[in-house]
């Protein structure tokens, strides 16, 4: 079958489609001796596909995996960093990444925890990622000071950033004191900082910010099933099929799967 070659490159594991395209742009991908350009086709039965002048080959397309992370504060979701500081690949084993091509679905920012999705499928990295799909996320959030009524409801109306006025959100008060109050968020979208921005907006400042669920999946189902802080679990066969049925990638039609 002939497709993109970053399509390809995704389909493999090597890297989510858009870090394949990252590739693409630098030069270090070839096509039958050819550095490739954004648009290339390849069909991977008959063509040869390099990756910093690596042979890739179909045979060695990786299993998919699907992790669920608690990521902890401090650690930076990307699959490297120049800084040198602790990524959340680090917090998986060695089987699990080498020449696996696994990364985050997204991001939670260094000083935030929580529930962090990886996996190698880049057709569902991009589904999920892409703003179409709004996956509700559910956040724990300590804020310094005392919030009223009235500036959460404004929150769950939506509020102006960045010349832009945010999708209606679930905000709950869990409870409230003088010195703190602490409040369960539920966003469909996912702007960069999104909640540390608004909590500023209305003139405060977030203690703590922890994600505990990613659409159904939540770091504890029970409190006797809860994941602890930097350790991961893999996805059941019922989960995977659920985050693919969202992304549209499993249809059903009168009870089959296309």
């Known amino acids: 079958m002939v497709e993109r070659v970053q399509k390809i490159l995704s389909q493999w594991g ?27 086709k390849a069909d991977t039965s008959c063509d040869r596909i390099e990756i910093d002048g690596k042979l890739i080959k179909p045979s060695q397309k990786p299993k998919l995996i699907y992790i669920l ?3 902890p504060v401090g650690v930076v979701c990307t699959c490297d960093d120049p800084q040198n500081r602790t990524i959340v690949i680090d917090l998986l084993p060695k089987k699990l990444t080498r020449r696996t091509g696994i990364h985050p679905v997204g991001r939670l920012d260094f000083n935030s925890s929580g529930a ?5 499928d ?15 996320k559910t956040y724990e959030v300590w804020v310094k000071g005392y919030l009223h009524e009235e500036m959460l409801q404004q929150w769950r109306e939506g509020v102006m950033l960045m010349g832009k006025k945010t999708l209606p959100a679930q905000v709950e008060l869990i409870n409230r004191r003088p010195q703190e109050t602490r409040l369960k968020v539920i966003l469909t979208e996912g702007r960069n900082r999104q909640i540390r921005r608004i909590v500023q907006q209305l003139g405060f400042q977030i203690l703590r910010l922890h994600r505990t669920a990613i659409d159904s999946l939540f770091l504890s189902p029970t409190h006797e099933n809860s994941l602890p802080t930097g350790h991961y679990r893999l996805l059941t066969p019922s989960e995977i099929y659920v985050l693919k049925h969202r992304a549209n990638l499993i249809i059903e039609r009168k009870g089959k799967l296309i």
């Open 14 to 40: 090597i890297a989510s489609r858009r870090r394949a395209e990252d590739m693409i742009v630098a030069g270090r991908v070839k096509l039958n001796g050819k550095i490739v350009i954004l648009g290339d």
């Open 116 to 120: 962090l999705l990886l996996t190698n």
């Open 122 to 136: 880049g057709d569902l990295t991009l589904k999920l990622t892409h703003p179409r799909y709004h996956l509700p």
């Open 69 to 71: 992370l608690n990521k």
